[in-house]
């Protein structure tokens, strides 16, 4: 991990762990950003899938763990803390969801608490993973699933996927192109409702996903130059404030991803 300049520090920590097709025909990891690039539309953020996994199994772990030892006279911490997000979230969905779907409510607590993980990687120093990874003869390490586009990307299309689903089931296929082809100036200016009905459609999950992305990656971007910038004894005067203040930026997005995903939905079941 040599870094001969703060601008190779920099690059080498926003670069992915980069697995593709060479141009050559062979299959390989990525040893640059040039190579990266050049593997194209197919190459495969190794790093973004590891953590995006282990921390989705470690928030059904967990949930589990407090699901099967629940305690009604002695609840633990971790019970409690658990009961509390429960709570919020069931109260959010209650309050902004209009419709009858059950799959609301666990998949707001869902998002809510693995897009809260992910984002909460941003709090670890930003040389303690890649260092370990580069010990083990991995060269690159980005440990921030949100501060990938195309994770923050497929979460919201998975999202955009069910407002389309939910459309369609709840209003059925003519009431939902109606809806596109007829609202808001009426028969008269199709043409004119199509255009803006489809930009505000696809500008949904595009504002989802790159809200989350272009927060968390700004964050992760001035703890990589504090520590570019700033020698080691020196680092804790502003990256211990900054993630202090950070704490509290990881939690609104992943609360505000929630929310635009109970609010997008509810707008799926509601017909006009």
């Given at each position: 991990?040599?870094?001969?300049?703060?601008?190779?520090?920099i690059r080498h920590h926003l670069q992915n762990l980069t697995y593709g097709r060479h141009p050559d025909g062979s299959w390989g990891f990525a040893h640059s950003a040039g190579e990266a690039?050049?593997?194209?539309?197919?190459a495969v953020h190794v790093?973004?899938?590891?953590?995006?996994?282990?921390?989705?199994?470690?928030?059904?772990?967990?949930?589990?763990?407090?699901?099967?030892?629940?305690?009604?006279?002695?609840?633990?911490?971790?019970?409690?803390?658990?009961?509390?997000?429960?709570?919020m979230v069931?109260?959010?969905?209650?309050?902004?969801?209009?419709?009858?779907n059950p799959l609301i409510a666990p998949l707001a607590l869902t998002l809510f608490v693995w897009v809260f993980l992910m984002n909460f990687m941003d709090l670890i120093p930003v040389d303690f993973i890649p260092h370990?990874?580069?010990?083990?003869?991995?060269?690159?390490?980005?440990?921030?699933?949100?501060t990938d586009v195309n994770?923050?990307?497929?979460?919201?299309?998975?999202?955009?996927?069910?407002?389309?689903y939910y459309s369609i089931k709840v209003k059925g296929v003519g009431g939902f192109f109606g809806e596109l082809a007829f609202h808001p100036f009426g028969k008269a200016l199709l043409p004119v409702n199509l255009v803006l009905e489809l930009v505000s459609l696809f500008a949904k999950?595009?504002?989802?996903?790159?809200?989350?992305?272009?927060?968390?990656?700004?964050?992760?971007?001035?703890?990589?130059?504090?520590?570019?910038?700033?020698?080691?004894?020196?680092q804790w005067t502003l990256s211990v404030p900054w993630a202090i203040f950070h704490i509290l930026v990881i939690t609104l997005q992943a609360y505000i991803f929630m929310m635009l995903t109970i609010v997008y939905l509810s707008m799926s079941h509601e017909t006009h």
């Open positions: 991990m040599a870094a001969n300049t703060p601008g190779d520090y690039a050049d593997m194209g539309f197919m790093d973004t899938l590891f953590w995006s996994v282990l921390l989705g199994g470690l928030f059904l772990w967990l949930f589990r763990r407090v699901a099967v030892s629940i305690s009604v006279d002695e609840p633990g911490r971790l019970q409690s803390c658990i009961e509390v997000i429960v709570e069931d109260n959010s969905v209650k309050e902004t969801f209009h419709g009858t370990a990874s580069y010990l083990l003869g991995i060269e690159y390490m980005k440990v921030v699933p949100t994770a923050t990307f497929g979460l919201a299309f998975s999202v955009f996927f069910l407002m389309i999950p595009l504002s989802l996903s790159l809200r989350l992305f272009g927060n968390l990656f700004a964050g992760e971007l001035i703890f990589i130059l504090i520590a570019a910038l700033l020698p080691f004894w020196a």
